[in-house]
């Protein structure tokens, strides 16, 4: 059974909403649940809807909804999820167990929840975005100050596109004291959402100054571990940096997106926003992905830039599947990958050795890894373990981060972090939040770094970050170095 229906235009595209009476009984039944527990009930419905541009619908929350959206593309452009106002968050700067205290209160949220769901799909219904700081340890600085070191936010409204469907799922938080005038009411934020003009301005960020922060002691610091590893039993460190550009006017998130998804083909495409500042980037790797039982990871870890031509690109990656430093550099990521998803999962299984992975700029030794989660392997309980690899820490894992904490001069926040989302049934999927920057107004930084091992060099490695500065400065409209 069903009540009145109206339309709204996103992009051009007119997306049917149908107003349920199953979600006026879903709210009324929160508001008992609400009263007799004396805390807020969470309601969440989901319908489908037209297929619609997704950038389309992030443009559409920037009237109101500025600093409360997220923005995630799969790899093969496989889901879409785009989320728009915060419903509930779960923040902390909590230092040990924080992937255990965000699974206990992303459990508390869904213990008393009504879902509204017929179609039970990944990545539809109440779903929680977001990531972990790289180092909790780490001293925080004014950089990521809008960001906790443990972050998710579960949207008011979410856009979903999965399997060439979509669908759109409103977050309602009831308490005691609401009544049915909330349905009215969150049926009107809905409307004025899909109401609000959402063409792209796709206009270029024009850009001030371009600065690369302290380099020389960055170089210092990477001779600092080639040394110590001569000595030392450590492998492997990863050491990254930070550019600063500054521009004329605030810069178009939209824009920078926009950009990402034209460019950067095999990436996740992520952007997060949270007070005002907005973590975005294009990355390669995914950490790990669960789909019912079924897991998904990849060993990342080698590279090499991209050919000008067909043949100098196909030499330049031959000359990568055979070079004993990035090859050595790689099985380290792979060996750690197996041995964590063995002690949790079982049917571990990867091919015999990497392939390449090409992107615009740059192109990868790449891994995939399939397994079968085990009874009591969460997603978030899988990502502890993983994180971080050795393609974005080092080996051994304890002491590089020591490492890292105590050489490199960049608060990494959520660069190299695990980033992406959770839905209620345990499905999620993150990445490594590579190939990223962090947009402030009319300021930006963005992050890169390399694995530094035993027979490094300095110069080479340096070239090595710059390379991988060059998707984030293309969607922002830097110098390329």
């Not at 009874?375 to 899988?382: A, H, P």
């Not at 500065?469 to 293309?474: G, I, S």
Request: charged residues 25%.
């Amino acid at each position: 059974m069903k009540d009145s229906s109206y339309g709204a235009v996103i992009g051009g595209i007119f997306l049917v909403t149908i107003q349920h009476t199953e979600l006026k009984e879903g709210i009324q039944k929160a508001i008992a649940k609400a009263k007799n527990l004396e805390k807020p009930v969470l309601v969440s419905e989901v319908q489908k809807v037209d297929q619609v541009e997704p950038l389309n619908v992030f443009t559409a929350g920037h009237q109101d909804y500025f600093g409360e959206r997220f923005f995630w593309k799969g790899s093969s452009d496989e889901i879409f999820i785009i989320g728009i106002g915060i419903c509930e968050h779960i923040q902390s700067d909590q230092v040990t167990d924080r992937f255990f205290h965000v699974e206990k209160q992303w459990k508390n949220v869904m213990e008393e929840a009504v879902v509204l769901n017929p179609y039970g799909l990944e990545g539809t219904g109440p779903t929680m975005f977001g990531g972990f700081s790289f180092d909790p340890l780490k001293e925080k600085t004014e950089l990521w100050s809008k960001f906790s070191d443990s972050i998710f936010h579960i949207p008011r409204f979410m856009y979903s596109q999965y399997d060439g469907q979509s669908y759109m799922t409103t977050n309602i938080v009831c308490t005691q004291h609401d009544d049915e005038s909330l349905l009215q009411k969150v049926l009107n934020e809905r409307k004025q959402l899909l109401s609000c003009s959402s063409s792209l301005q796709d206009s270029a960020n024009n850009i001030i100054s371009q600065e690369e922060i302290a380099p020389q002691q960055w170089k210092n610091a990477v001779g600092q571990v080639v040394n110590a590893m001569k000595n030392g039993d450590m492998k492997k460190v990863v050491l990254a940096r930070e550019t600063r550009l500054s521009y004329e006017k605030p810069i178009r998130i939209e824009s920078v997106l926009n950009k990402l998804i034209k460019n950067q083909k095999n990436s996740f495409i992520f952007a997060f926003e949270s007070n005002g500042d907005c973590f975005i980037g294009a990355s390669p790797e995914r950490l790990v992905k669960k789909q019912g039982k079924q897991l998904f990871t990849t060993c990342l870890a080698g590279s090499i830039k991209r050919g000008l031509t067909p043949d100098e690109d196909e030499q330049l990656g031959n000359e990568l599947l055979s070079d004993q430093k990035n090859l050595i550099e790689h099985q380290y990521v792979v060996d750690m990958i197996k041995r964590a998803m063995e002690q949790v999962s079982s049917n571990v299984e990867l091919p015999n050795g990497p392939v390449l992975l090409k992107l615009r700029d740059i192109q990868h030794l790449y891994t995939p890894v399939t397994a079968e989660a085990g009874e009591n392997s969460s997603l978030l309980s899988l990502i502890e373990r993983l994180h971080p690899t050795p393609a974005l820490g080092g080996v051994p894992r304890e002491k590089a981060v020591e490492t890292i904490r105590e050489l490199e001069a960049l608060d990494r926040g959520l660069y190299g972090s695990p980033l992406g989302w959770l839905d209620y049934k345990g499905n999620g999927d993150f990445a490594v939040a590579l190939r990223s920057g962090l947009i402030q107004q009319n300021e930006a930084s963005i992050f890169a770094g390399c694995g530094v091992v035993k027979d490094s060099d300095i110069d080479s490695e340096y070239q090595e970050t710059n390379i991988k500065f060059r998707p984030m400065l293309t969607a922002l409209g830097g110098n390329k170095q």
